[in-house]
Protein backbone atom coordinates (compact mmCIF):
# COMPACT_ATOMS: atom_id res chain seq x y z
CA UNK A 1 0.00 0.00 0.00
CA UNK A 2 1.44 3.45 -0.82
CA UNK A 3 2.49 5.71 2.32
CA UNK A 4 1.31 8.95 1.14
CA UNK A 5 -2.22 7.28 0.94
CA UNK A 6 -4.80 9.36 3.30
CA UNK A 7 -7.64 6.86 4.85
CA UNK A 8 -11.13 8.52 4.78
CA UNK A 9 -14.47 8.57 2.69
CA UNK A 10 -14.60 10.88 0.22
CA UNK A 11 -16.67 13.74 0.94
CA UNK A 12 -19.33 13.69 -1.59
CA UNK A 13 -20.53 10.30 -0.49
CA UNK A 14 -23.08 10.77 2.83
CA UNK A 15 -24.22 7.96 4.84
CA UNK A 16 -27.96 8.12 5.68
CA UNK A 17 -28.80 9.41 9.27
CA UNK A 18 -31.20 6.09 9.90
CA UNK A 19 -28.14 4.01 9.88
CA UNK A 20 -28.08 1.30 10.19
CA UNK A 21 -31.06 0.62 7.77
CA UNK A 22 -31.82 -2.92 8.42
CA UNK A 23 -31.15 -4.95 11.86
CA UNK A 24 -31.80 -8.01 13.30
CA UNK A 25 -33.88 -6.26 15.36
CA UNK A 26 -36.17 -5.90 12.30
CA UNK A 27 -36.31 -9.62 11.44
CA UNK A 28 -39.16 -11.57 12.82
CA UNK A 29 -37.26 -14.94 13.29
CA UNK A 30 -33.61 -15.58 14.47
CA UNK A 31 -31.31 -13.35 13.36
CA UNK A 32 -28.00 -12.64 14.41
CA UNK A 33 -25.87 -10.76 11.92
CA UNK A 34 -28.39 -9.15 9.62
CA UNK A 35 -25.71 -7.91 6.63
CA UNK A 36 -24.30 -8.20 3.13
CA UNK A 37 -27.67 -7.56 1.22
CA UNK A 38 -28.01 -7.40 -2.74
CA UNK A 39 -30.70 -4.50 -2.90
CA UNK A 40 -32.27 -3.63 -6.45
CA UNK A 41 -35.61 -1.77 -7.88
CA UNK A 42 -38.09 -4.55 -9.08
CA UNK A 43 -41.53 -4.48 -9.50
CA UNK A 44 -42.91 -1.07 -8.33
CA UNK A 45 -40.64 -1.69 -5.18
CA UNK A 46 -37.65 -1.79 -3.64
CA UNK A 47 -36.24 -5.44 -2.74
CA UNK A 48 -33.51 -6.51 -0.72
CA UNK A 49 -32.67 -9.93 -0.16
CA UNK A 50 -30.12 -9.96 2.54
CA UNK A 51 -28.06 -12.43 4.72
CA UNK A 52 -28.98 -13.48 8.05
CA UNK A 53 -26.06 -15.48 10.31
CA UNK A 54 -28.27 -16.37 13.48
CA UNK A 55 -26.74 -17.94 16.43
CA UNK A 56 -25.48 -16.41 19.91
CA UNK A 57 -24.60 -12.26 19.92
CA UNK A 58 -21.27 -12.30 20.71
CA UNK A 59 -20.24 -15.68 20.06
CA UNK A 60 -18.27 -15.95 17.10
CA UNK A 61 -19.40 -19.72 16.67
CA UNK A 62 -22.69 -18.70 14.37
CA UNK A 63 -25.21 -21.77 13.91
CA UNK A 64 -26.54 -21.12 10.51
CA UNK A 65 -27.36 -19.02 7.62
CA UNK A 66 -30.40 -17.82 5.86
CA UNK A 67 -31.43 -15.66 3.04
CA UNK A 68 -34.40 -13.10 4.44
CA UNK A 69 -36.40 -10.61 2.01
CA UNK A 70 -37.31 -6.84 2.87
CA UNK A 71 -39.45 -5.33 0.28
CA UNK A 72 -39.59 -0.76 0.35
CA UNK A 73 -41.86 2.33 -1.09
CA UNK A 74 -38.76 4.49 -0.32
CA UNK A 75 -35.04 2.24 -0.30
CA UNK A 76 -34.78 3.45 3.79
CA UNK A 77 -37.77 1.72 5.39
CA UNK A 78 -38.33 -2.11 5.49
CA UNK A 79 -41.30 -4.61 5.93
CA UNK A 80 -39.15 -8.28 6.63
CA UNK A 81 -41.17 -10.92 5.42
CA UNK A 82 -42.47 -13.37 7.94
CA UNK A 83 -39.84 -16.29 6.75
CA UNK A 84 -36.43 -16.44 5.90
CA UNK A 85 -36.42 -17.35 1.78
CA UNK A 86 -33.56 -19.34 0.81
CA UNK A 87 -32.71 -21.80 3.91
CA UNK A 88 -29.86 -24.04 3.94
CA UNK A 89 -32.69 -26.82 3.12
CA UNK A 90 -34.10 -24.59 0.10
CA UNK A 91 -30.48 -24.04 -1.04
CA UNK A 92 -29.95 -28.01 -1.15
CA UNK A 93 -33.06 -28.74 -2.94
CA UNK A 94 -32.68 -25.85 -5.83
CA UNK A 95 -28.99 -27.11 -6.71
CA UNK A 96 -29.73 -30.59 -6.34
CA UNK A 97 -29.39 -31.66 -10.23
CA UNK A 98 -25.78 -30.02 -9.66
CA UNK A 99 -24.41 -32.39 -6.98
CA UNK A 100 -25.72 -35.58 -8.85
CA UNK A 101 -22.27 -37.27 -8.60
CA UNK A 102 -22.76 -36.74 -4.79
CA UNK A 103 -26.19 -36.72 -3.54
CA UNK A 104 -24.75 -36.07 -0.83
CA UNK A 105 -26.60 -33.21 0.88
CA UNK A 106 -23.62 -32.24 3.44
CA UNK A 107 -22.01 -31.16 0.55
CA UNK A 108 -23.53 -27.74 0.88
CA UNK A 109 -22.70 -25.81 3.70
CA UNK A 110 -25.15 -22.74 3.09
CA UNK A 111 -25.41 -19.80 0.35
CA UNK A 112 -25.07 -15.97 1.23
CA UNK A 113 -23.70 -12.71 -0.07
CA UNK A 114 -26.26 -12.15 -2.11
CA UNK A 115 -26.58 -9.49 -4.94
CA UNK A 116 -29.54 -8.83 -7.02
CA UNK A 117 -29.67 -8.07 -11.06
CA UNK A 118 -33.11 -6.97 -13.12
CA UNK A 119 -32.56 -8.02 -16.68
CA UNK A 120 -35.71 -7.92 -19.08
CA UNK A 121 -38.23 -8.00 -16.52
CA UNK A 122 -36.13 -10.72 -14.54
CA UNK A 123 -34.41 -10.98 -11.46
CA UNK A 124 -31.53 -12.73 -10.93
CA UNK A 125 -29.71 -13.24 -7.47
CA UNK A 126 -25.90 -14.08 -7.72
CA UNK A 127 -24.76 -15.86 -4.50
CA UNK A 128 -22.02 -17.17 -2.81
CA UNK A 129 -22.03 -20.98 -1.79
CA UNK A 130 -19.74 -22.85 0.95
CA UNK A 131 -19.31 -26.56 0.40
CA UNK A 132 -17.13 -29.30 1.42
CA UNK A 133 -15.33 -29.00 -1.65
CA UNK A 134 -14.48 -25.22 -2.46
CA UNK A 135 -16.49 -21.95 -2.35
CA UNK A 136 -18.39 -21.75 -5.69
CA UNK A 137 -20.43 -18.27 -7.12
CA UNK A 138 -24.18 -19.44 -7.96
CA UNK A 139 -26.61 -17.04 -10.31
CA UNK A 140 -30.44 -18.09 -9.55
CA UNK A 141 -33.79 -16.76 -11.36
CA UNK A 142 -36.70 -15.11 -9.05
CA UNK A 143 -39.56 -13.73 -10.35
CA UNK A 144 -41.31 -13.62 -6.95
CA UNK A 145 -38.24 -13.73 -4.77
CA UNK A 146 -39.83 -17.78 -3.29
CA UNK A 147 -38.64 -19.91 -5.85
CA UNK A 148 -35.15 -19.88 -7.43
CA UNK A 149 -34.19 -21.52 -10.63
CA UNK A 150 -30.14 -22.13 -10.28
CA UNK A 151 -28.45 -21.48 -13.87
CA UNK A 152 -24.88 -21.95 -13.06
CA UNK A 153 -22.44 -22.66 -10.17
CA UNK A 154 -18.78 -21.59 -10.83
CA UNK A 155 -16.03 -24.69 -10.04
CA UNK A 156 -14.13 -23.61 -6.58
CA UNK A 157 -12.24 -21.54 -6.15
CA UNK A 158 -14.83 -18.38 -7.12
CA UNK A 159 -17.38 -15.84 -5.57
CA UNK A 160 -18.55 -12.28 -5.68
CA UNK A 161 -20.29 -12.63 -8.89
CA UNK A 162 -22.43 -9.51 -10.12
CA UNK A 163 -24.54 -9.10 -13.16
CA UNK A 164 -24.82 -6.42 -15.29
CA UNK A 165 -27.99 -5.18 -16.32
CA UNK A 166 -28.28 -5.55 -19.90
CA UNK A 167 -26.17 -7.97 -22.49
CA UNK A 168 -23.62 -6.25 -24.15
CA UNK A 169 -22.73 -7.50 -27.65
CA UNK A 170 -25.04 -9.73 -27.17
CA UNK A 171 -24.10 -12.00 -24.39
CA UNK A 172 -24.74 -11.42 -20.88
CA UNK A 173 -21.56 -10.39 -18.12
CA UNK A 174 -20.29 -10.65 -15.27
CA UNK A 175 -17.40 -9.16 -13.09
CA UNK A 176 -16.35 -12.04 -10.31
CA UNK A 177 -13.51 -12.78 -8.32
CA UNK A 178 -11.39 -16.04 -8.19
CA UNK A 179 -9.08 -17.35 -5.40
CA UNK A 180 -5.84 -18.39 -7.15
CA UNK A 181 -4.03 -19.83 -4.13
CA UNK A 182 -0.73 -21.56 -5.98
CA UNK A 183 -0.08 -18.48 -8.51
CA UNK A 184 -0.01 -15.57 -6.61
CA UNK A 185 2.37 -16.13 -3.55
CA UNK A 186 0.66 -14.77 -1.10
CA UNK A 187 -2.66 -16.88 -0.61
CA UNK A 188 -4.77 -13.72 -0.29
CA UNK A 189 -3.51 -11.85 -3.51
CA UNK A 190 -6.97 -11.78 -5.53
CA UNK A 191 -7.91 -10.08 -8.47
CA UNK A 192 -11.43 -8.91 -10.35
CA UNK A 193 -11.79 -10.69 -13.59
CA UNK A 194 -14.71 -11.80 -16.09
CA UNK A 195 -16.38 -13.73 -17.95
CA UNK A 196 -19.67 -13.78 -20.49
CA UNK A 197 -22.54 -15.79 -21.50
CA UNK A 198 -24.96 -16.61 -24.05
CA UNK A 199 -27.21 -18.04 -21.97
CA UNK A 200 -26.58 -16.84 -18.43
CA UNK A 201 -25.10 -20.78 -17.58
CA UNK A 202 -22.39 -22.03 -19.93
CA UNK A 203 -19.58 -18.60 -18.62
CA UNK A 204 -16.64 -18.27 -20.89
CA UNK A 205 -13.66 -15.64 -22.16
CA UNK A 206 -12.70 -15.35 -19.01
CA UNK A 207 -10.42 -12.13 -18.47
CA UNK A 208 -8.76 -10.15 -15.76
CA UNK A 209 -10.23 -6.86 -14.92
CA UNK A 210 -8.50 -5.28 -12.10
CA UNK A 211 -5.44 -6.54 -10.40
CA UNK A 212 -4.68 -6.25 -6.87
CA UNK A 213 -1.81 -4.08 -7.47
CA UNK A 214 -3.44 -1.00 -9.32
CA UNK A 215 -5.32 -0.21 -6.08
CA UNK A 216 -3.23 1.86 -3.99
CA UNK A 217 -5.77 1.32 -0.89
CA UNK A 218 -5.12 -2.76 -0.99
CA UNK A 219 -2.77 -4.64 0.19
CA UNK A 220 -4.81 -8.17 0.56
CA UNK A 221 -7.47 -8.53 -2.11
CA UNK A 222 -10.17 -7.00 -4.08
CA UNK A 223 -13.33 -8.17 -5.39
CA UNK A 224 -16.62 -6.68 -7.27
CA UNK A 225 -19.60 -5.40 -4.75
CA UNK A 226 -22.26 -3.74 -6.24
CA UNK A 227 -23.89 -4.83 -9.60
CA UNK A 228 -22.56 -2.44 -12.37
CA UNK A 229 -24.87 0.77 -13.49
CA UNK A 230 -25.07 1.86 -16.82
CA UNK A 231 -23.99 5.82 -17.04
CA UNK A 232 -23.76 7.31 -20.82
CA UNK A 233 -19.82 7.47 -19.71
CA UNK A 234 -19.52 3.88 -18.79
CA UNK A 235 -20.23 1.24 -16.26
CA UNK A 236 -20.00 2.66 -13.67
CA UNK A 237 -19.23 0.00 -10.23
CA UNK A 238 -18.11 -0.26 -6.87
CA UNK A 239 -15.68 -3.02 -5.15
CA UNK A 240 -14.27 -3.90 -1.90
CA UNK A 241 -10.81 -3.53 -1.30
CA UNK A 242 -8.50 -5.43 1.47
CA UNK A 243 -5.79 -4.11 3.65
CA UNK A 244 -4.32 -6.50 6.00
CA UNK A 245 -2.32 -5.15 8.84
CA UNK A 246 -0.32 -8.12 10.73
CA UNK A 247 -0.23 -5.70 13.32
CA UNK A 248 -4.12 -5.83 14.35
CA UNK A 249 -5.28 -8.20 16.79
CA UNK A 250 -8.44 -8.77 18.97
CA UNK A 251 -11.10 -6.64 16.60
CA UNK A 252 -14.11 -8.11 16.78
CA UNK A 253 -16.06 -10.60 17.99
CA UNK A 254 -13.08 -13.02 17.12
CA UNK A 255 -9.88 -13.65 18.60
CA UNK A 256 -8.07 -12.37 15.59
CA UNK A 257 -9.24 -10.21 12.48
CA UNK A 258 -6.36 -8.12 10.94
CA UNK A 259 -8.43 -6.93 7.69
CA UNK A 260 -10.65 -3.67 6.69
CA UNK A 261 -12.55 -3.81 3.74
CA UNK A 262 -12.71 0.00 2.02
CA UNK A 263 -14.38 0.77 -0.95
CA UNK A 264 -13.64 1.37 -4.51
CA UNK A 265 -14.98 2.94 -7.32
CA UNK A 266 -14.24 2.23 -11.05
CA UNK A 267 -16.01 3.06 -14.92
CA UNK A 268 -15.49 -0.02 -17.14
CA UNK A 269 -15.94 0.69 -20.75
CA UNK A 270 -19.61 0.66 -22.22
CA UNK A 271 -19.04 -1.80 -25.23
CA UNK A 272 -16.21 -3.89 -23.58
CA UNK A 273 -16.77 -3.99 -19.64
CA UNK A 274 -13.13 -5.91 -19.33
CA UNK A 275 -11.80 -2.63 -19.92
CA UNK A 276 -11.51 -0.38 -16.90
CA UNK A 277 -11.48 3.03 -18.30
CA UNK A 278 -11.01 5.26 -14.88
CA UNK A 279 -10.92 4.18 -11.35
CA UNK A 280 -10.49 6.66 -7.84
CA UNK A 281 -6.95 6.22 -6.73
CA UNK A 282 -8.04 7.10 -3.55
CA UNK A 283 -11.15 5.19 -1.68
CA UNK A 284 -14.49 6.28 -2.16
CA UNK A 285 -15.62 5.31 1.61
CA UNK A 286 -13.70 3.51 4.21
CA UNK A 287 -15.04 2.24 7.78
CA UNK A 288 -15.24 5.67 10.08
CA UNK A 289 -18.62 5.54 12.03
CA UNK A 290 -19.14 3.17 15.30
CA UNK A 291 -21.63 0.80 13.11
CA UNK A 292 -18.89 0.20 10.85
CA UNK A 293 -16.32 0.02 13.43
CA UNK A 294 -17.28 -2.07 15.57
CA UNK A 295 -19.26 -5.66 15.28
CA UNK A 296 -18.60 -8.74 14.59
CA UNK A 297 -15.70 -7.93 12.55
CA UNK A 298 -14.12 -4.70 12.63
CA UNK A 299 -13.72 -2.00 9.86
CA UNK A 300 -15.66 -3.64 7.16
CA UNK A 301 -17.94 -2.20 4.46
CA UNK A 302 -19.42 -4.55 1.80
CA UNK A 303 -21.42 -2.95 -0.69
CA UNK A 304 -23.79 -4.95 -2.51
CA UNK A 305 -25.92 -3.14 -4.31
CA UNK A 306 -26.33 0.29 -6.26
CA UNK A 307 -29.04 2.10 -7.20
CA UNK A 308 -29.02 5.36 -9.77
CA UNK A 309 -32.54 7.41 -8.97
CA UNK A 310 -33.76 9.41 -12.07
CA UNK A 311 -32.73 12.24 -9.59
CA UNK A 312 -29.19 11.47 -10.46
CA UNK A 313 -28.55 10.20 -6.63
CA UNK A 314 -26.95 7.01 -6.49
CA UNK A 315 -27.83 4.77 -3.52
CA UNK A 316 -24.97 2.34 -2.15
CA UNK A 317 -26.25 -0.39 -0.09
CA UNK A 318 -23.80 -1.92 2.27
CA UNK A 319 -22.75 -4.68 4.73
CA UNK A 320 -21.42 -3.05 7.92
CA UNK A 321 -18.46 -4.55 10.25
CA UNK A 322 -20.39 -7.80 9.09
CA UNK A 323 -23.36 -6.82 11.82
CA UNK A 324 -25.61 -4.81 10.23
CA UNK A 325 -27.18 -2.98 6.42
CA UNK A 326 -26.55 0.60 6.15
CA UNK A 327 -27.01 3.16 3.04
CA UNK A 328 -24.65 5.81 1.69
CA UNK A 329 -25.54 8.13 -1.07
CA UNK A 330 -23.67 9.97 -3.80
CA UNK A 331 -24.18 12.09 -6.70
CA UNK A 332 -23.89 10.06 -10.09
CA UNK A 333 -21.96 12.61 -11.47
CA UNK A 334 -19.47 13.21 -8.35
CA UNK A 335 -18.74 9.42 -8.43
CA UNK A 336 -18.57 9.77 -12.36
CA UNK A 337 -15.65 12.92 -12.03
CA UNK A 338 -13.98 10.28 -9.21
CA UNK A 339 -13.16 7.98 -11.86
CA UNK A 340 -10.86 10.34 -13.68
CA UNK A 341 -7.28 8.40 -13.43
CA UNK A 342 -6.61 5.17 -15.77
CA UNK A 343 -5.51 2.62 -12.79
C1 LIG B 1 -15.45 -11.81 2.78
C2 LIG B 1 -16.81 -12.43 2.69
C3 LIG B 1 -17.86 -11.43 3.13
C4 LIG B 1 -17.49 -10.74 4.43
C5 LIG B 1 -16.07 -10.26 4.39
C6 LIG B 1 -15.60 -9.64 5.68
O1 LIG B 1 -14.43 -12.71 2.49
O2 LIG B 1 -16.87 -13.56 3.54
O3 LIG B 1 -19.07 -12.11 3.29
O4 LIG B 1 -18.36 -9.64 4.62
O5 LIG B 1 -15.22 -11.32 4.06
O6 LIG B 1 -15.67 -10.57 6.73
Known amino acids: ?154 TPDNRNMVLFPEMINGKYFRLERPMPVYSRQMQTHFDIWSSDSSDLKYWGNHQGVLWLEQVPFANDKIGPSAPPVKTRYGWLTLFHAVDRDPNRGKNGWEEIWQKRYSVGVMLLDLEDPAKVIGMSKEPLMVPEYSYEKNGFRNDVLFPGGMILEKSGEVKIYYGAADTVECLATADVNDLLNLCVNRP
Open 1 to 154: MSDEFLFHSNSKILRHPENPILTRHDVPYPATLVFNAGVTFYSGEYVCVFRNDFGEWGNPELVGTNLGLATSSDGIHWKVNSKPIWTVEDVIKDTATFFSDFSNESEILRAYDPRLTVIEDQCYMCFALDTRHGLRGGIARTTDFHHFEVLNLS
